[in-house]
C-alpha cells in the first residue's frame, strides 16, 4: 500500500487559485472513481472537502472543486481565502475494501 | 449534531497493548462502515483499518496486521481498536472516522498513543 504522491507545499495570494495535485498507478486513482480530499488545520481532525473525484459534501464551498486524468487527480481551490491555509490530504481506494493517502500538500495563503 | 469522540491513548511500552476507543452520537452508528486512521506527529494520514456496519470484515493495513485488531458494538455506539505488540513507530494521533467503502466523511479530534519506554 503505497502513498499517493503529492506536492510538499503550494502557495497563491487571497483570490487566487492554487491547484494541488495527487499522483497514483494505475491500481489505484487510474482504477477507481474514488478519490476523496480532506483538509486539515494545525491541531483539528480532518474534514472531507471532496468524494468521488468531483463531488463535494454540503456545507463545503463551491470554491474547492476536484477532478482525475489518469492516474492524476487535483483539487482546485479558487478565489483563497486566508482560512484556506491548512494541510490537504489525497485519498484514493485501492481495491480490496483498502485505502491509501497522499503524503500531504502544506497550502500557504501569502 | 455528529460527534465522533475517540478515547484510550496514552504511553505505553514497547511490546504493550493498548485499546482504543470512540463513542458515537448524532447518527445511526450502525448504518455506517468505520476507519481508525492515524497520523505521526508532523506527519501526514496513514489509514490504519476499516470495519463493516456489522462488524463482520475488517481490513488492515499491512503495517498492522495481525496486531490490530478493530471491532464495534452497535448497541453502545461504540467503535474499538486493540492494539497489540506496539512498536515506537506505532506512535501517532489515531482518528476515527465514519464513512463507507471509499471515504470518511467526518472524523474525530483523535487520541494520542505514544509508544516509548
Known amino acids: 500500500q503505497s502513498a499517493l504522491t503529492q506536492p510538499r507545499s503550494v502557495s497563491g495570494s487571497p483570490g487566487q487559485s492554487v491547484t494541488i495535485s495527487c499522483t497514483g498507478t494505475?491500481?489505484?486513482?487510474?482504477?477507481?472513481?474514488?478519490v476523496s480530499w480532506y483538509q486539515q488545520h494545525p491541531g483539528k481532525g480532518p474534514k472531507i472537502m471532496i468524494y468521488?473525484?468531483?463531488k463535494r459534501p454540503s456545507g463545503v464551498p463551491d470554491r474547492f472543486s476536484g477532478s482525475k486524468s489518469g492516474n492524476t487527480a487535483s483539487l482546485t481551490i479558487s478565489g483563497l481565502h486566508t482560512e484556506d491555509e491548512a494541510d490537504y490530504y489525497c485519498?484514493?481506494?485501492?481495491?480490496?475494501?483498502?485505502?491509501?493517502f497522499g503524503g500531504g500538500t502544506k497550502l500557504t495563503v501569502l | 449534531e455528529v460527534q465522533l469522540v475517540e478515547s484510550g491513548g496514552g504511553l505505553v511500552q514497547p511490546g504493550g497493548s493498548l485499546r482504543l476507543s470512540c463513542t458515537a452520537s448524532?447518527?445511526?452508528?450502525?448504518?455506517?462502515?468505520m476507519h481508525w486512521v492515524r497520523q505521526a506527529p508532523g506527519k501526514g494520514l496513514v489509514w490504519v483499518s476499516r470495519i463493516t456496519t456489522d462488524g463482520k470484515s475488517t481490513s488492515h493495513a499491512d503495517s498492522v496486521k495481525g496486531r490490530f485488531i478493530m471491532s464495534r458494538d452497535n448497541s453502545k455506539n461504540t467503535l474499538y481498536l486493540q492494539m497489540n505488540s506496539l512498536r515506537a513507530e506505532d506512535t501517532a494521533v489515531y482518528y476515527c472516522a465514519k464513512g463507507g467503502s471509499t471515504m470518511a466523511d467526518f472524523w474525530g479530534q483523535g487520541t494520542l498513543v505514544i509508544v516509548s519506554s
Open positions: 494505475s491500481s489505484d486513482i487510474g482504477a477507481y472513481n474514488y
Open positions: 448524532g447518527f445511526t452508528f450502525s448504518s455506517y462502515w
Open positions: 485519498c484514493s481506494y485501492v481495491g480490496n475494501y483498502l485505502l491509501s
Open positions: 468521488d473525484v468531483s
